[in-house]
């Protein structure tokens, strides 16, 4: 099943790049909008206009994400707002949930 | 007409931009941007403006650039200004703190040009679910005299505004 698993991250999967604490990783993940029927996708704030849409990650077991990991997908930088790895003894692999990064200020 | 009250937010942001203390309007129609450091969000919070005398008439100038005496009229406003923090959710309390001592270090020496502050408050730093940002809900409640002058046919122009703090 791992075998399986990465073989379809190899074939179907999309390119990101994880950047941690000053490393930079890039392999295959799918990443996918969770689609919601009540919210909004951006709605403003006090500081502005804020993406509250939320993307599923799905990525290879031996790559670790936590709460400070920044995941780069097709050109947009993304924060992991929660992050687990799931699946131990059959298809391990790290599951979470991003959020559009703002704009970094300069 | 203007009334005097269309910059205020603005004229405050800039001033506290002025002292050091990061500063910005609240509600801008454009995607936020993410700080990376404590910043002050300046909203109205509540507008009081009555009568400050009858028919609200304070009196005659000399328009020493017109040459003529005009005739002044005004209201007394008082405007509850929300000042609140916003931090990055990952900084620590410190950070919110440091932001507020620096931010009343800058009101307890007064307020802009136009705005006499009368006091100032603060909550507790707490995580702000909505934004993603530690938030301390800070608001100053100013008092400000908006006035209006009548050109020389009786019409009133533009208020505005004028403080009640004395140098």
Redesign the interface.
Known sequence: MEREWERLLLRFGQPVTLRQRGDSRSLRAFVQPVLERGGRQEV????????QDRFLYLGPAGHPLD??TLVEWQGQEYQVQSAHRVGEGICPHWRAVL?P?????A | MNTGLEQIRQTMADYLCQQGVPAVTAWPAAPRQEWTEPVVVVSVRGCRAGSASFQDYLGERYDERSGRWEERYGKRAQLTLGLDIYAPEREDGEAVQSAFDALAGVLVLGGPEGLDLQEFSCGQTAWDGESRRLKRPVEAVCTAWLCAVTDAGGVFVDFELRGVRKE
């Open positions: 403003p704030t006090p500081l502005g206009l804020r993406r709460l400070d959020c990064r703002d704009e970094v200020r």
